[in-house]
T-cell receptor
Framework: AQKITQTQPGMFVQEKEAVTLDCTYD???????LFWYKQPSSGEMIFLIY??????QNATEGRYSLNFQKARKSANLVISASQLGDSAMYFC??????????????FGKGTRLSVIA | DGGITQSPKYLFRKEGQNVTLSCEQN?????MYWYRQDPGQGLRLIYY???????QKGDIAEGYSVSREKKESFPLTVTSAQKNPTAFYLC????????????FGPGTRLTVL
């Protein structure tokens, strides 16, 4: 079963508008972390925002915020005031704890966001 | 500047040849990772290492090998046993805490001719 599901293969948004990218996850562990990355056409992965499962408040970083709904197991990324430079692939990822230490991230398949002038 | 470097940026290989992709980090991170990305797809884990001289297989380790002789370096060898190696390869590193962000290198695009 997929651990991270991103149901929107592609999204369009008008410049200066807000957009929400969906992410649902599957885990039975109470302790986990959720991450969002941006991948422009150059290929590099750029970290955007992190949400821990025990964090009481939704994470925010500048124009990025995370709409974290634990009971629904969703961690949607909200980008406010979209800019042309926001056009990219966006990946949601999850890390579960392990007794041996850190574990690698598990990624969704991504959403391609296109910002229209 | 602190970061992760990968070389080369583009790599062409003939069928039947082994090739090694370089990954170096100066972030003093304990953990390092290799991911593979196919067109239009997410990232899949090949290998990861949490400490020098130790590494674990990921979901798609067959046809790949790694070494971790130094904390800063985690090279990936794509062997001739890898049946479809053409892909984009990303190296990453992080600390060991669960909340530690994983940072990525710029990637190597491997094409088999």
């Amino acid at each position: 079963a997929q651990k991270i599901t991103q149901t929107q293969p592609g999204m369009f948004v008008q410049e200066k508008e807000a957009v929400t990218l969906d992410c649902t996850y599957d885990t039975s562990d109470p302790s986990y972390g959720l991450f969002w990355y941006k991948q422009p056409s150059s290929g590099e992965m750029i970290f955007l925002i992190y949400q821990g499962s025990y964090d009481q408040q939704n994470a925010t970083e500048g124009r990025y915020s995370l709409n974290f709904q634990k009971a629904r197991k969703s961690a949607n990324l909200v980008i406010s005031a979209s800019q042309l430079g926001d056009s990219a692939m966006y990946f949601c990822a999850m890390r579960e704890p392990h007794f041996s230490g850190n574990t690698p991230l598990v990624f969704g398949k991504g959403t391609r966001l296109s910002v229209i002038a | 500047d602190g970061g992760i470097t990968q070389s080369p940026k583009y790599l062409f290989r003939k069928e039947g040849q082994n090739v090694t992709l370089s990954c170096e980090q100066n972030l003093n991170h304990d953990a390092m990772y290799w991911y593979r990305q196919d067109p239009g797809q997410g990232l899949r884990l090949i290998y990861y290492s949490q400490i020098v001289n130790d590494f674990q297989k990921g979901d798609i380790a067959e046809g790949y090998s790694v070494s971790r002789e130094k904390k800063e370096s985690f090279p990936l060898t794509v062997t001739s046993a890898q049946k479809n190696p053409t892909a984009f390869y990303l190296c990453a590193s992080s600390g060991l805490a669960g909340s530690d962000t994983q940072y990525f290198g710029p990637g190597t695009r491997l094409t088999v001719l």
